[in-house]
């Protein structure tokens, strides 16, 4: 998944200054987790009061052979058998509340995370909820393998000591707690030890794939060799699962199980591809500022012009779809083809581009001796392919994707650069 995509959620909150944002797709997880709990695991635990949700698995199965040999219902099959079988609405509210858990767990895990990523001075840009759980958007790589090490493990930890949390509170209170309270802290402490060996896995970019680097890293003492090593350690695990998937879709017949597989198993093979390249691309762009990819011949627009005017001599003449705004050398806005195309076409004569264009804000600005690893990074995660290059209030330029490829191409062309 893109990173201007995950940079696109809903704003949430924002905790240790980090922003916290949820993407549209997080919504399918929360109906499918609390549906999966309410229907299935729930069902099961309330048969052994409260227990681990495996074990209610024969006592469902003994249920039914016994429901159907003798033509009664099941409420009377669980009196006959002291099975205390919860009201419905019972399972959909500790479904909800165990999906909403899983946000909790996943965010707390990123949190630590980007907590002491920030400790060792990497900038974090926020953390984005997604269907695959979470994910820190971290603002650089770490400087040594130890700082490396100590943001990857930070994520386990914070699961782990969830787990065994939650592990207290089910056996120490065990005899204390209702049933209901039992089944949600025993899932509780299963999802994040669950959680915790998973993001084991030296797959990278999972955090025992960033684990594996660090050692790396320590080893041969190359960040590139160590990502390209620990890259593909993560398309081979990629590889497992997908695997995976392929069979129980061949032994079982297409399911759920078997397509979350694979999906999982390509995303996770994308991911540690794309990683790999974002090293490269990194070291290609090391020691390179604005001023190395800045387009100084920009054409700008008034903001007394009609909206007709620039449709016809800028928009089609021109054949650009975003334009800066500049009024007596200053960057007042920019003026793109969407926010013209949604003024009514009739008004067009009458508007003004000052009446359609968007303020600039500093943050969406960059100065020519910024380096372009980081303008790249506030390219494809804004959502446009061009930034003003502003400096003090005066534009003096503009940097695109577009131009910044292109340099790359040339230096890789000459043998210049890493």
Not at 89 to 108: E, I, K, M, R, T
Not at 242 to 249: D, P, Q, T, Y
Not at 375 to 397: A, C, F, I, N, S
Request: hydrophobic share 50%.
């Amino acid at each position: 998944m893109a990173a201007a995509s995950l940079a696109s959620g809903l704003p949430i909150a924002r905790i240790f200054g980090i922003t916290v944002r949820i993407h549209v797709t997080w919504l399918l997880i929360f109906l499918l987790l609390t549906f999966s709990l309410a229907s299935e695991v729930l069902p099961l635990s309330s048969m052994v009061d409260g227990g681990p949700w495996w074990r209610g698995i024969e006592v469902s199965r003994e249920m039914m052979r016994y429901t159907q040999g003798h033509g009664v219902s099941r409420e009377a099959v669980a009196r006959r058998m002291g099975v205390d079988l919860w009201p419905w609405w019972q399972y959909w509210v500790l479904g909800v509340v165990g999906s909403l858990g899983l946000f909790v767990c996943v965010l707390a895990h990123e949190l630590a995370h980007s907590v002491v990523a920030k400790r060792v001075g990497i900038p974090v840009e926020g953390i984005t909820l997604f269907i695959f759980g979470g994910m820190a958007r971290i603002g650089g790589e770490a400087k040594a393998p130890g700082d490396e090490f100590r943001v990857a493990a930070a994520g386990p930890l914070m699961s782990l000591a969830l787990g065994l949390g939650a592990g207290l509170v089910y056996w120490g209170l065990y005899d204390v707690l209702p049933p209901q309270a039992r089944a949600l802290m025993f899932y509780f402490a299963f999802l994040n030890i669950l959680l915790m060996a998973f993001n084991l896995v030296p797959g990278f970019p999972l955090d025992g794939g960033r684990l594996l680097r660090a050692a790396l890293w320590k080893l041969l003492n190359d960040f590139r060799r160590a990502t390209y090593v620990a890259s593909w350690f993560g398309r081979g695990v990629a590889g497992i699962l997908i695997a995976v998937g392929a069979l129980e879709f061949l032994v079982v017949g297409f399911g759920l199980g078997a397509l979350w597989w694979i999906i999982i198993g390509l995303f996770l093979y994308q991911a540690a591809k794309g990683s790999y390249q974002q090293v490269q691309l990194r070291e290609a762009l090391a020691g390179l500022t604005v001023r190395d990819a800045l387009e100084t011949d920009v054409t700008t627009v008034p903001p007394d012009l009609t909206l007709d005017a620039l449709v016809r001599d800028y928009f089609y003449r021109r054949r650009r779809r975003s334009f800066p705004v500049v009024d007596n050398g200053d960057l007042v806005g920019m003026v793109r083809l969407k926010d013209v195309r949604g003024l009514a076409q009739h008004d067009w004569p009458i508007y003004r581009v000052r009446d359609a264009m968007r303020p600039v804000a500093p943050s969406a600005t960059v100065g020519p001796d910024d380096d372009l690893e980081g303008v790249l990074r506030k390219l494809m995660q804004g959502d446009g392919t061009h930034l003003p290059v502003v400096e003090d209030g005066r534009l003096v330029g503009m940097v695109s994707q577009h131009d910044l490829m292109n340099l790359l191409e040339i230096r890789k062309d000459l043998g210049a650069g890493p």
